[in-house]
């Protein structure tokens, strides 16, 4: 059974910076794209960002540029790291993973029970 568990959210004053983490277990990830989702209060979640078993990446215009994610294969382990916050990016962040085909953003099957990030002005 595959087990997502997110780590790493917090308060944190706008600008600046949180390391989300995800550990992944129960089956082999390779060739699983590894996403992260937010969903802000009163919102639809949202898609933030993705990371290929080699390492390729997408994001969301949102946070291109403040956000990277990675991933440690060996240790079936993703994080985002997350810079120059802002207000806006207050949300559950929810980590998700995917067998590595079709879009960046959607049909992801497997789902973290998500971490609080709250940015305060």
């Known amino acids: 059974q595959v087990r997502l568990v997110e780590s790493g959210g917090g308060l944190v004053q706008a600008g600046g910076s949180l390391r989300l983490s995800c550990a992944a277990s129960g089956r082999t990830f390779s060739n699983y794209k590894m996403g992260w989702f937010r969903q802000a209060p009163g919102k639809e979640r949202e898609f933030a960002a993705a990371?290929?078993?080699?390492?390729?990446?997408y994001y969301a215009d949102s946070v291109k540029g403040r956000f990277t994610i990675s991933r440690d294969n060996a240790k079936n382990t993703v994080h985002l790291q997350m810079n120059s916050l802002k207000p806006e990016d207050t949300a559950v962040y929810y980590c998700?993973?995917?067998?590595?085909?079709?879009?960046?953003?959607?049909?992801?099957?497997?789902w973290g029970q998500g971490t609080q990030v709250t940015v305060s002005a």
């Open positions: 998700a993973t995917k067998t590595d085909e079709g879009s960046w953003a959607g049909d992801y099957r497997y």
């Open positions: 990371i290929t078993w080699r390492g390729f990446t």
